[in-house]
């Protein structure tokens, strides 16, 4: 069965830490894994990563994918309180056309 | 350009109620899925369309959901009758493409059964 995990479930940082948020997952014919961002609503799309190594960056957000490993991070430097949100990470599979995401991590990011 | 819209952004409704919930998914985009999200189990998948068409219904949790897309700009997902383990936000998103690429979700609809 598809699943996807990720690591910490929660995390409490202070403003300017750097954070590392950790996804791996196991899929058949994985085709792209996604990173998003949930606040109140509904979560906004942030990276998608089909290539191992490859660093996609934006602003103080970066991530990569590991293809070796079954895993990516996202790194986020500087911190700042509105970086406190739930980041959600998706799998698909080129078998089916179906987004898995992981449980999420929990950020929050005290002043 | 107009997301993901769905409707009601927020319901409460008495047990064994029925609940229909809206979407009209990004225009031109052809995948279309239904989401549900609870604090326990996370972002689950309950259903996706392609070309209107049902894929994948596996996550549908029982008999009492339903889901149907008539045409390629509006879907429903039926509840009858909602129980209060129903209670949950339902999203809506829509991709373009044969195969989930980037999805954009609409802003849920917040379910409450009392």
């Known amino acids: 069965e598809d699943k996807v995990v990720q690591s910490p479930l929660s995390l409490v940082v202070h403003e300017g830490d750097t954070v590392t948020l950790n996804c791996s997952y196991e899929?058949?014919?994985?085709?792209?894994l996604l990173w998003y961002k949930q606040e109140k609503k509904a979560p906004t799309f942030l990276f998608m990563l089909t290539s191992s190594g490859i660093e996609k960056k934006s602003g103080r957000l970066s991530s990569i994918l590991d293809k070796k490993e079954l895993s990516s991070i996202l790194n986020i430097t500087a911190t700042q309180t509105g970086d406190s949100a739930i980041y959600l990470c998706a799998v698909s599979s080129s078998n089916t056309g179906k987004l898995i995401f992981g449980q999420g991590t929990t950020l929050q990011v005290k002043p | 350009d107009a997301g993901v819209i769905q409707s009601p952004r927020h319901e409460v409704t008495e047990m064994g109620q029925e609940v229909t919930l809206r979407c009209k998914p990004i225009s031109g985009h052809n995948s279309l899925f239904w989401y549900r999200q609870t604090m326990m189990r996370g972002l689950e998948l309950l259903i996706y369309f392609n070309n209107n068409v049902p894929i994948d219904d596996s996550g549908m949790p029982e008999d009492r959901f339903s889901a149907k897309m008539p045409n390629a700009s509006f879907s429903t997902l039926k509840i009858q009758p909602s129980e209060p383990r129903d209670s949950a936000v339902y999203f809506c998103?829509?991709?373009?493409?044969?195969?989930?690429?980037?999805?954009?979700f609409g802003e849920g609809s917040w379910l409450t059964v009392v």
């Open positions: 998103a829509s991709s373009r493409g044969d195969i989930a690429n980037t999805i954009y």
């Open positions: 899929v058949t014919n994985f085709r792209s």
